[in-house]
């Protein structure tokens, strides 16, 4: 305390590069550092801290957002990796007067989070399928396969698969 | 708001900002020109350090400053010993960062700031530590023998602490009985492994003198107590917020790993905020864990299945220190008769150092290794003596009218007598044996045999104490200009819907909505005396503080209200935000009567306007305030409670084992629970359910792993394995309600209820699917397909 501040790089030395991306419908443009992952990216670069991380080996979902209309893994993607993609993240879900979308409502009525740290990944995975064209097999087991690539430590996944049959049957799916 | 919010199922208050994505986790918190740490960490089991050169690191662009022992003052010290007990002699804890030693893989040995992550981690790399290894013991039964290498050379055989109980005269009951069933099980060690890992963050404010943590704890108040001594720091100068925290499960309820004082230091040392983010490897390698016991459990029986007597010894791990004293192992010793008359218990443990990362309670807190100790016990004894497993329970269970049951001479973890309170343990087991279908059950398992499929039915009691004292408060206040209601306590969340139950319990008392109940928890500013979120003791304990507190904001609203509308007390009622004439039309808003409880001089709006010195409404003889009287509609209570209130539950399974791929499924899972009075029942149907899939992970996956050197060698998500959606069958839960009749509300806990029998349950069932192929016992968890394979091929 109460010492002459070191004369310290504010910056990390690392190369950066110019980097162009669509994020929920803006189109953003940074010099990111090469090694900077698409994650830290969104959360700490953008502020979209929504995104969460839980494990950063590929492994946990929680860090899923939609890259070019698929779900994807943004803790195994560099930034610079994205450049020209269009990304969208559990902020764009909601409508602009906040009011929840169908299957955020769906979760909400089966209580199917409980810390909310899963929920964001959850939600963009299953959303990624519920507005592609493929067909979505609504058993218990066909939903517990579509949710195999997140993991949730609080809710035993009962109410989310009870959430996601919801939003299946009650959504308006722009679906061909 | 006429119907009664207690005990319905209300959706939770919480949830929006999740499903948006703006919750505020600490690392979701927007610290303008925030400096991260990183940490170098032991790469040794055990081993003395002869040197540290942080040279590099010091001189690598990006790097604020570089911390080992001997350069954070007040710091080097071994931490706090949070649970003291008498069977401990020199109980070892940890240092923030190693002094000359270090005690297992992971511990950390220096920590680096800088201005990202990414240089912070660079830098490590870059201090060079030069150590000396030395020899490990990693088996819990070796590590207990003469000669065995040792963690602290201040513990001979690595016993940490040595404790004996008795209740009742057991040397009386070993002679009374006819037949003794003698088993040995182990449980293995697993880890909360919550989806958010620990976080830190902390900035100090020069000006105010200030310094405010952000911190994933399950105890804000506590760190803040513990961070104010060890920095000496007043009190009312640190405020500990815990914000958002993505799951706790026990893990987060340890003070202080190393970082929480670390990182506030570097924010004071340095001017500038600081935060530590854990990873995944790092809440593998550095973060508690906990589980592994070794019982050899005795029941001393009568032939027609009566136990008389049980003696049990364990061996606990506690890992390679005891911070949080023999909380676990004591838990699961006072809980080792489960449901059970049983008279005469004698029970000891020793509590053991290994060379691993430290143990403290994760949910279950030593239940699920005493309940499958005694679980497993009783299938044997059945076997034994030749009776239905049901019915050798069924002899044995508690019955109604015995309770309050005492366990004279077993003190809980609360440091009170075993006293459990109410429950109908015949009428849980009737219903699990009823829905899991047991009377078809050999038929049906003699047909699949035939088919060549191996089912097996398992079965499993638990009893939980839960909602331990000391206390926890609440205090309300009803807002002057919204009406709205707001409530502070204590406690922290982690997703266990603290903000709705609570709000059921104001709302009933209030007349008000839930959502207009609004609940602050988890920061110190807000409010300071309380204890922590642990052993399921939130509805319980701060409930029950709530209510009382409610009951006292009512009376004071009701008599205000009264006075106002110029009626008698009696002829009020509280609904839909407003205070009414009983069967009338007149009626005054909260806020109004908030409002004119506090004389004003400056008139805002029109109810200040009536409250006012000046206003006629509020002229009367003597001063504005009577003396004793506050302003306002607030209120402060505590409930302590006297002693645990015991939940309980049993569960049954059919199971089905694949004799060719050694797996095992799940084909039908019966949960039947009681935890007094439900406050929400779609919470604690997830509260059950999310134990029950923690269970299901103990019961046949997770595993913490170390090789023979102490090297942990799973330390991720790929090798350690934890259930996904397709892991997790469906559970048909069920509930009975039996009041506690211990508190006002009759509730018990109920977060740690699901996961505790799981284990008991599945080894059960495995065991009896596999009875004719050469009846291996299981007595072992994680079941692996490996301990199968053994089991069906003997060789
Ligand atoms: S944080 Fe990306 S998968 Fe876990
Ligand atoms: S709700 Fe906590 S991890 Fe899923």
């Given at each position: ?176 | ?192 492994a919550a989806m958010e890992c620990r976080a830190v963050?902390?900035?100090f404010d020069p000006i105010t003198g200030e310094l ?494 170390y090789d023979a050197d102490g090297n942990p060698t ?82």
């Amino acid at each position: 305390m109460n010492r002459i501040a070191g004369n310290t790089a504010e910056q990390s030395a690392d190369p950066t590069q110019l980097t162009r991306m669509t994020v929920n419908g803006e189109t953003v443009e940074r010099e990111v550092s090469v090694r900077m992952l698409l994650s830290d990216f969104l959360r700490h670069e953008l502020g979209l801290t929504g995104t969460h991380v839980g494990c950063e080996h590929g492994v946990c979902g929680a860090c899923t957002v939609m890259i070019n209309g698929r779900s994807g893994r943004s803790c195994l993607t560099f930034a610079v990796q994205a450049d020209g993609a269009d990304i969208r993240t559990i902020e764009s879900v909601a409508d602009e007067n906040g009011d929840l979308h169908t299957l955020q409502e769906a979760f909400r009525d089966c209580h199917a989070l409980q810390c909310g740290y899963c929920t964001p990944g959850m939600i963009m995975n299953i959303l990624s399928h519920l507005e592609a064209d493929d067909e979505i097999d609504l058993s218990d087991e066909g939903i517990r396969e579509l949710l195999s690539g997140n993991l949730c430590r609080c809710t035993g996944y009962a109410n989310i698969i009870k959430a996601v049959r919801q939003a299946a049957d009650t959504g308006n799916w722009n679906r061909t | 708001m006429s119907t009664r919010m207690f005990g319905a199922p209300v959706k939770r208050n919480a949830d929006s900002k999740f499903l948006k994505g703006e919750g505020a986790f600490v690392d979701d918190i927007p610290l303008p020109g925030v400096k991260h740490a990183a940490f170098v960490r032991s790469p040794f089991a055990r081993a003395h350090i002869k040197s540290i050169d942080t040279s590099a690191a010091a001189a690598h662009p990006g790097v604020l400053a570089v911390y080992t022992c001997d350069n954070i003052g007040p710091l080097d010290i071994e931490m706090p010993l949070l649970i003291p007990h008498e069977s401990m002699t020199d109980a070892r804890t940890q240092r923030p960062l190693a002094r000359n030693d270090v005690y297992y893989v992971g511990q950390t040995v220096a920590m680096v700031v800088a201005v990202d992550r990414y240089v912070a981690e660079d830098a490590a790399l870059l201090i060079e530590v030069d150590y000396e290894p030395l020899d490990v013991e990693l088996d819990l039964e070796a590590a207990v023998r003469d000669g065995a290498p040792l963690v602290h050379a201040t513990h001979p055989n690595n016993v940490a602490a040595d404790f004996n109980q008795i209740c009742g005269d057991p040397s009386a009951g070993y002679a009374e009985a006819e037949h003794v069933t003698r088993i040995q099980i182990q449980v293995d060690r697993s880890t909360s492994a919550a989806m958010e890992c620990r976080a830190v963050a902390a900035r100090f404010d020069p000006i105010t003198g200030e310094l405010i943590v952000w911190d994933t704890t399950q105890a804000p108040i506590s760190v803040r107590g513990g961070l104010a001594s060890i920095l000496q720091l007043d009190e009312d100068k640190v405020r500990v917020v815990a914000p958002d925290v993505g799951g706790g499960f026990g893990q987060k309820v340890l003070l202080f790993y190393p970082d929480e004082l670390l990182v506030p230091y570097a924010a004071m040392q340095l001017g500038s905020p600081v935060k530590y983010i854990e990873d995944r490897r790092e809440n593998f390698i550095g973060s508690s864990q906990e589980r592994t016991q070794i019982h050899m459990i005795q029941l001393h029986a009568k032939k027609n299945g009566e136990v008389v007597a049980l003696k049990d010894f364990f061996l606990h791990d506690t890992g390679a220190f005891i911070p949080y004293g023999i909380a676990v192992a004591q838990v699961a010793s006072t809980s080792i008769a489960g449901p059970y008359r049983i008279p005469n218990i004698e029970v000891r443990f020793q509590a053991v150092y290994t060379p691993t990362v430290p143990v403290t309670p994760y949910r279950g807190c030593g239940r699920p290794q005493s309940c499958f100790a005694i679980e497993r016990a009783m299938d044997q004894l059945a076997e034994d003596l030749g009776l239905d497993r049901f019915e050798v329970r069924r002899r044995n269970l508690i019955t109604e009218n015995q309770f309050p049951y005492v366990r004279e001479g077993l003190l809980f973890a609360d440091g009170l007598r075993v006293s459990l309170d109410s429950g109908q343990y015949h009428k849980a087991l009737d219903m699990v044996h009823d829905s899991i279908g047991a009377d078809d059950f050999p038929a049906q398992q003699e047909a699949a045999r035939a088919e060549g499929k191996y089912l097996g039915l398992g079965l499993a009691y638990y009893v939980e104490g839960t909602g331990l004292g000391p206390y926890e408060g609440g205090h309300i206040k009803i807002h002057p200009i919204t009406g709205k209601v707001y409530v502070n306590t204590g406690l922290s969340g982690q997703g266990q819907g603290h903000e709705t139950v609570f709000a059921q319990i104001v709302a009933d008392q209030l007349g008000v909505a839930v959502e207009d109940v609004i609940l602050t928890e988890g920061d110190t500013g807000a409010y300071d005396w309380g204890v922590a979120t642990f052993a399921s003791r939130a509805a319980v304990v701060s409930g029950n503080a709530i209510y009382k507190t409610a009951r006292i904001v009512r009376g004071q609203t009701i008599t205000a209200a009264a006075n106002m509308l110029e009626a008698d007390p009696e002829q009020i009622e509280l609904r839909d935000g407003a205070a009414w004439i009983i069967g009338g039309n007149r009626n005054v808003p909260l806020a109004a009567v908030a409002t004119a409880t506090n004389p004003l001089r400056y008139a805002f709006n029109d109810a200040a306007q009536a409250a006012t010195q000046f206003a006629p409404a509020s002229r009367h003889d003597g001063p504005p305030l009577d003396e004793g009287q506050h302003p306002g509609l607030e209120a402060t209570d505590y409930y302590s409670p006297e002693c645990a209130t015991w939940a309980y539950g049993v569960h049954g399974a059919i199971v089905e084992v694949d004799p060719d791929t050694c797996s095992v499924k799940i084909r039908k899972y019966v949960c039947i629970h009681d935890c007094g009075n439900m406050i929400n029942p779609v919470i604690v149907d997830g509260q059950v359910m999310g134990g029950l899939a923690q269970g299901f992970g103990g019961a046949l996956m997770e595993r913490i792993e170390y090789d023979a050197d102490g090297n942990p060698t799973n330390a991720n998500f790929v090798d350690f394995l934890i259930p996904y959606a397709t892991e997790i069958p469906d559970v048909d839960i069920q509930h009975l309600e039996t009041p506690s009749p211990l508190n006002p509300l009759g509730v018990k806990g109920v977060g740690e209820a699901g996961c505790i029998a799981v284990g008991a349950t599945v080894a059960s069932g495995v065991a009896d699917a596999l009875s004719s192929l050469g009846g291996h016992k299981f007595h072992h968890t994680p079941i692996t397909p490996s301990m199968i394979f053994d089991a069906i091929n003997p060789s």
